[in-house]
Structures are given as structure tokens and as C-alpha cells.
């Protein structure tokens, strides 16, 4: 079975412009491209795209989630297992909260409140997530990062959170100009090299794939944009003007 875009956005409710942007950031692309030019999806594409909702819905963040997902050793059935476990817990929770709800209604007095307590999902989604870092997300960048990284001291975390951030706010306090200027550009190669220096190689193409994700991922958008609204869309911009050189 092949779908158009348009087909498998009707079929799992996730837009066309994000199944775009799954295109774009490389996590799930389409099985091929027809002579008129259709993005098709067969059945492995769409099973693909289930295990990233699957991961959506304990909060993975989309890069974590493409770094599993492409992972030689990772082992689809065994995540659909854990998925299922953690799920069930948290239908259990709601269970919880729509009978404490029903008394309520009917007006009986209950001032229970162990109902809203989510610690014990919360500390299972933990429990999985580390699991699933250690054992699907080593990518070459990854492992490069975690070798560089793990020897930071305290005092070498504020100094690379600093740089970063210098940087950032560099970004903020030039977004009125051109994304092509040749003062912005310059910020996109010392962004590209601190990466570089401090977390793993950062390729023109996992570059590319950052950018994409600081404007589109809400996660990565708030923490740029704390140094001024409409940040992470101009860094994202000027991303994409260097990465076309």
C-alpha cells in the first residue's frame, strides 16, 4: 500500500506541514517520490511514523526520537512493549481522575487529592527514557558529545552555557537585519563552531537539521526566544541561507 501526503495526514491526523518537516529534518522521509512528484508512503513508512507518535506522546523530543528511531540496533518491538506499559499507567491515572470526578458530580464531598499524583509515570517515563538512550540513541554525534561532555565540572558547564548564550543573545540583538547580512552569517559559523568545539561536529547537515527544529520544535523555540521574541525563527533563517552555500 502506498499513500499520498495528503492520504496519510487524513489517516494519523498529523498535518501536512508536519510530515514536511519530518521530510526536512530527515526523521521520517517518504518511500518514494512519484514521476509527479508525490511524496508515497508504504506500510514501513507509516509504521515509522506510529513509533514517532508513540515516542511524541511520552515527551521525546524530536531529535532524541530520530536518533533512536535510526539506530541499527533499535528494536521496534521491544519500544512497542515498553510504549504499552507506560501507557497503560497513565490510563490508569486518568481512570483515577474520571471516578473522582463522577463523585464529585454527584455530589459527594471528597477531598481526596491522591488521584492527581503522577509520580509514579513520571518516574517510569524517566526510568524508560534513560533506557532508551543508552541503548538506541549512540549515535556517532551522541557518543562524541557524552565523551566530550562528561568530564565538564560545574564551573566548565557555566562557561560553554555562557558561550552559548552570548551567542544566542548576539542572534536576538541582530534579527532586524538581513538573515544573508554578513554580520548574521557570521554568528551561524561561530554558533557552528562552538557546537563544534564544545558538544560534537557540527556537518553543514546536522546544522541544517538544528535550524529546522529551533523554529518548528516548541522546546527548542522557547529557550531561544527567552532572549527575544521571534529569535528562533531568524537564527533558523540564517541557518538555512549558510547551509545553501
Known amino acids: 500500500m502506498e499513500l499520498k501526503i495528503n492520504e496519510v495526514a487524513k489517516l494519523t491526523g498529523v498535518t501536512v506541514r508536519t510530515l514536511h518537516y519530518y521530510d526536512e ?3 521520517l522521509k517518504p518511500s518514494k517520490v512519484s514521476e509527479a512528484s508525490y511524496r ?3 506500510d514501513d513508512a507509516i509504521e515509522l511514523l506510529q513509533q514517532i507518535l508513540f515516542f511524541k506522546e511520552l515527551d521525546f523530543p524530536l531529535n532524541e526520537i530520530k536518533e533512536i528511531v535510526k539506530s541499527a540496533s533499535f528494536d521496534r518491538t521491544e519500544a512497542l512493549k515498553k510504549h504499552k506499559e507506560l501507557l497503560i499507567k497513565k490510563r490508569k491515572r486518568i481512570d483515577k481522575l474520571i471516578k473522582l470526578l463522577e463523585k464529585t458530580i454527584e455530589g459527594e464531598c471528597n477531598m481526596s487529592f491522591k488521584e492527581f499524583d503522577n509520580i509514579d509515570f513520571e518516574n517510569a517515563k524517566k526510568k524508560y527514557a534513560k533506557e532508551v538512550k543508552e541503548r538506541w540513541g549512540k549515535t556517532d554525534a551522541y557518543a562524541e558529545s557524552e565523551a ?3 568530564n565538564y565540572d560545574k564551573e566548565q558547564w557555566q562557561k560553554v552555557n555562557e558561550e552559548g548564550g552570548d551567542i544566542l543573545k548576539a542572534f536576538a ?7 544573508d547580512s554578513k554580520e548574521v552569517q557570521a554568528l551561524v559559523k561561530e554558533w557552528q563552531d562552538y557546537i563544534t568545539k564544545r558538544f560534537y561536529k557540527c ?8 535550524g529546522l527544529m529551533y523554529s518548528q520544535d516548541e ?8 532572549y527575544g521574541k521571534g529569535t528562533a525563527e531568524f537564527m533558523s533563517q540564517a541557518i538555512a541561507v549558510y547551509c545553501r552555500k
Open 25 to 27: 529534518i530527515g526523521l
Open 40 to 42: 508515497l508512503y508504504d
Open 148 to 150: 566530550k561532555t562528561k
Open 173 to 179: 540583538e541582530n534579527r532586524e537585519k538581513s538573515a
Open 203 to 210: 556537518t553543514n547537515e546536522i546544522l541544517k537539521g538544528l
Open 219 to 226: 522546546r527548542f523555540k522557547e529557550n531561544i526566544d527567552g
